[in-house]
């Protein structure tokens, strides 16, 4: 679950520190105070995207880090594990993003990429957006939104893998079919070229062998001359370095027996003796061995050129031609193999055969999570003062199948406007849609395993009782888990456990947003604003106190140590 979240200089907070608790926490205040932008710090720690625009004016960059408990969660640990991310009871989620718009993101301290953010990120927070009615109309959102309920989300991605190959398959027959002719010619003159690179029977390591002998046998006379006036000037003049060094050694050798302190200096000139003795034997080794040899110099230069005329013709650098030989070798196998139309008949047959089987499996797993679906959101419909609705879940046959599988997902209702049930945009009025975006999302968020569900003005469109529900399902919800709701509804909010009013305030001619935890009256208060506006009656107080009271008689099992507790907040 959520622990800790640190924002600095996103958008309209300068600094914010908020400790956060289990259970059902309310998130309210006046339209434009900031409350979205707690839940965007957030969903920024998670991987969604960033530009400048979240960099508060004036400032070099903006930075949220968001700390979560990992006790329970066994996936994330090993996800950490998999990628040499330190693992922890406690995981650190950091992102930053510079006034240039770039951002950098960190994990548990060690850079990171956004995507590794994502992928960790959907085992800690799940957020339901104030728009998600506006989505339940699309049929990809519906066929998501079943897919993820049932646990099939896995099977329908490897659905739509097996239909890309089918796919895929059949375009490389249809290809092979109409441009025989092309593919031919284009067969023909591989196969000269890899003729002709094979029979150069060149390798990348040769090239530098090549030119290292070259280098030696240009200058084979320069070598030779060398070689022997160094040794003539080291040995075998009659004034040679290693006459003279034998002499001066043997003169220090006598002279230390009546002097020790000349024997460190003896020692010294024994070993440079010695030393040059080795370098003169190996100097007459290689004087030895190097000779002239105009007919292995001519061999080399010509299979130099050999290789340039290949490189030049080809217009790659010599060191480049074994990996085009190779590409070249790849390319002909794939066309030999794409011109056997009966091989590839076969594939085409092959990859129809595995994308029906899963299609099959994955929609066997639908029909049987859409009865029980639609059954589950009827009945959460049912307590949000949609009693006669009824909320299926149909599945209509595609031909031939889709990337998705072989039936569109469609969601539908009945008993609203008549009792067929009819797709849910032809049926449902705007305040109806909203109820049953957040039965489907409530619904979905039991099946979920993630530890922290966050909702953001879910309940725009809602009123009066229906309200009241909603923040009881949601304390229910709280109950299991951590939930977070940013709502303008009293009514909800005063089924909170725990609540935070968020304002706004200018401070030296800069707007700045700021958050502050409710105490019991503090609630009282800020409930009674919600319900009456500016002027706040002593009637409007002594409601407020009533949805508070009603709160705690309408939830049934209060959990232990949820009631009376106050997150811990610093916020500056």
């Not at 000779?291 to 061999?299: F, I, K, Q, V």
């Amino acid at each position: 679950m959520l622990r800790h979240l640190t924002i600095r200089d996103f958008v309209i907070v300068d600094r914010l520190e908020l400790e956060f608790l289990a259970g059902f926490g309310a998130l309210t205040g006046e339209t434009g105070a900031g409350k979205s932008i707690l839940i965007d710090a957030l969903a920024l720690t998670l991987g969604e995207r960033a530009d400048a625009g979240v960099v508060r004016s004036g400032c070099d960059k903006a930075e949220v880090a968001a700390t979560f408990e990992v006790t329970g969660l066994p996936e994330v640990k090993a996800w950490l594990s998999a990628n040499d991310i330190d693992a922890d009871d406690e995981l650190l989620l950091r992102r930053v993003v510079d006034a240039g718009g770039r951002s950098r993101a960190y994990i548990n301290g060690s850079p990171a990429t956004v995507q590794q953010l994502r992928e960790v990120g959907e085992w800690l927070v799940d957020i339901h957006g104030q728009h998600a009615h506006q989505s339940l109309l699309r049929a990809d959102a519906q066929r998501t939104l079943l897919d993820a309920h049932a646990g099939l989300a896995g099977q329908a991605r490897d659905v739509g893998v097996a239909f890309r190959a089918w796919r895929d398959a059949e375009q490389l027959l249809r290809a092979a079919s109409e441009g025989a002719d092309a593919l031919l010619r284009e067969r023909e003159q591989l196969e000269w070229q890899v003729r002709e690179l094979d029979s150069l029977a060149f390798s990348s390591d040769e090239w530098a062998g090549l030119e290292l002998e070259h280098r030696r046998l240009g200058h084979a006379a320069s070598l030779i001359d060398g070689a022997q006036f160094a040794l003539a000037v080291l040995a075998d003049n009659e004034a040679a370095c290693e006459r003279q060094i034998d002499s001066v050694a043997s003169r220090l050798a006598s002279l230390a027996e009546y002097d020790p302190a000349l024997q460190e200096v003896a020692g010294l000139v024994q070993s440079v003796q010695a030393e040059l003795s080795e370098a003169v034997s190996t100097l007459r080794r290689y004087a030895d061995r190097a000779d002239l040899d105009p007919s292995r110099l001519l061999e080399i230069e010509r299979r130099i050129e050999a290789v340039l005329g290949a490189a030049r013709k080809f217009r790659v650098q010599p060191e480049a031609l074994p990996g085009l030989l190779e590409s070249w070798q790849q390319r002909l196998a794939a066309l030999d193999a794409s011109t056997d139309l009966a091989v590839l008949e076969l594939r085409v047959g092959a990859a129809h055969d595995d994308f029906l089987a899963k299609a099959a499996v994955l929609s066997a797993g639908r029909r049987q999570s859409a009865e029980a679906m639609g059954a589950a959101v009827s009945a959460v419909m049912h307590q949000l003062a949609l009693s006669a609705g009824r909320f299926e879940v149909a599945l209509v046959p595609v031909d031939n199948g889709a990337v998705y599988g072989m039936e569109q997902v469609e969601f539908r209702i009945g008993g609203l406007a008549g009792n067929e049930a009819k797709p849910l945009a032809k049926v449902a009025s705007g305040g109806e849609l909203s109820r049953i975006s957040l039965a489907i999302q409530v619904l979905t968020s039991r099946s979920a395993s993630v530890p922290t569900l966050i909702f953001d003005e879910v309940d725009v469109g809602i009123g009066g009782g229906v309200a009241e529900i909603v923040g009881r399902l949601l304390n229910e919800l709280g109950g299991e888990r951590q939930v977070l709701c940013v709502t303008h509804l009293p009514q909800v909010a005063a089924q909170a456990d725990w609540q935070w009013q968020v304002s706004k305030a200018t401070r030296d001619g800069v707007t700045l947003s700021a958050i502050q935890p409710l105490d019991d009256d503090g609630r009282v208060q800020e409930i009674a604003r919600m319900l009456g506006g500016v002027d706040i009656t002593e009637i409007t107080l002594q409601h407020a106190s009533e949805l508070l009271r009603s709160k705690h008689a309408s939830v049934d099992g209060t959990a232990p140590g949820k009631k009376g507790k106050k997150p811990a907040l610093q916020a500056r």
